[in-house]
């Protein structure tokens, strides 16, 4: 893996742009919309842990998810940790975590983000991805353009290894995009995410350059 520093990436239609705090509270508002951060934001452990309850229970599932989004709906709350991130970008603090802010190209027009971070629990070239579109402007390749740079990024400049993710079942709009990238289905397991009162599965999936460079997609 080399060490090299984050930069801006261009594609046809939307420029991935090293964060600045000028575009966060609109990334925080598109991640606030249930549509986005059920399916993005898993609720994260600490608060099964503080509040004592079970990832099994459906139940426990909405009592934590609630405490979650109260804490996530809350700018006063949340805003320190993004000047937090910004900051920590722009002073190279963490050059193992990479995000971009995705704006239409050549405007101000933030509609989304892409990230690729270290896996918790595994070495540091081992990495996770994440990506939101604001939902008026999904179901136009934006997050496949968006996702297809930073992978290109990732795999041929950077040079990670491997890329272990997943995506809900019922998420198909995401794990299409990992079969566009060239990624491998590899099973499914049990999340915390749920809907109508089942909890869901997630499929698992790990791509790598070799795979990356060699997806179908690029010849169509
Ligand atoms: C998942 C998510 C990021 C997809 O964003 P998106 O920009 O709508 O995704 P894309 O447009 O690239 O791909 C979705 C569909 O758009 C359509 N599309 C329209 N124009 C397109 C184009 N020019 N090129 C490619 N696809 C296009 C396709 O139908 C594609 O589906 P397909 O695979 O059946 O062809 C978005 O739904 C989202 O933010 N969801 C909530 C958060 C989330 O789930 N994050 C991922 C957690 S794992």
Same mark, same amino acid.
């Given at each position: 893996?080399?060490?090299?520093?984050s930069?801006?990436?261009?594609?046809d239609?939307?420029?991935l742009?090293?964060?600045s705090?000028?575009e966060?509270?609109?990334?925080?508002?598109?991640?606030c919309l249930?549509?986005?951060?059920n399916?993005?934001f898993?609720?994260?452990d600490?608060?099964?842990?503080k509040?004592?309850l079970?990832k099994?229970n459906i139940?426990?599932?909405?009592? @934590?998810?609630?405490i979650?989004l109260?804490?996530? +709906?809350?700018? *006063?709350?949340?805003?320190p940790?993004y000047? =937090?991130k910004?900051?920590?970008v722009?002073?190279?603090?963490?050059?193992?975590?990479?995000t971009w802010?995705?704006?239409?190209?050549?405007?101000?027009?933030?509609i989304?983000?892409?990230t690729?971070?270290p896996?918790?629990?595994?070495?540091?070239?081992?990495?996770?991805v994440?990506?939101?579109?604001?939902?008026?402007?999904?179901?136009?390749?934006?997050a496949?353009?968006? @996702?297809?740079?930073?992978?290109d990024?990732?795999? +041929?400049?950077? *040079?990670?290894s491997?890329?272990?993710?997943s =995506?809900a079942?019922?998420n198909?709009?995401?794990?299409?995009?990992?079969?566009?990238?060239?990624?491998?289905y590899?099973?499914?397991y049990i999340s915390?995410y749920y809907?109508d009162d089942k909890?869901?599965?997630?499929?698992?999936y790990?791509?790598?350059?070799?795979?990356?460079n060699?997806?179908?997609?690029?010849r169509?």
């Amino acid at each position: 893996m080399n060490n090299i520093s984050s930069r801006d990436l261009h594609t046809d239609r939307l420029d991935l742009r090293l964060p600045s705090m000028g575009e966060q509270h609109r990334l925080w508002e598109i991640l606030c919309l249930e549509e986005v951060n059920n399916l993005y934001f898993p609720t994260p452990d600490r608060i099964f842990r503080k509040y004592e309850l079970s990832k099994d229970n459906i139940n426990d599932l909405k009592e @934590a998810r609630k405490i979650f989004l109260t804490q996530l +709906n809350n700018w *006063e709350r949340q805003g320190p940790f993004y000047k =937090a991130k910004v900051e920590s970008v722009k002073n190279q603090e963490d050059s193992s975590k990479f995000t971009w802010s995705v704006f239409l190209k050549d405007t101000d027009i933030v509609i989304g983000q892409v990230t690729c971070q270290p896996k918790d629990n595994e070495p540091g070239d081992i990495r996770d991805v994440g990506w939101y579109i604001d939902p008026i402007y999904q179901g136009k390749g934006y997050a496949t353009e968006a @996702a297809t740079a930073m992978l290109d990024f990732m795999f +041929n400049e950077v *040079e990670i290894s491997k890329i272990e993710t997943s =995506a809900a079942d019922y998420n198909c709009n995401s794990w299409k995009i990992m079969e566009k990238l060239g990624f491998k289905y590899t099973g499914n397991y049990i999340s915390t995410y749920y809907m109508d009162d089942k909890i869901l599965e997630c499929k698992k999936y790990f791509g790598t350059r070799e795979l990356f460079n060699n997806r179908s997609s690029k010849r169509r």
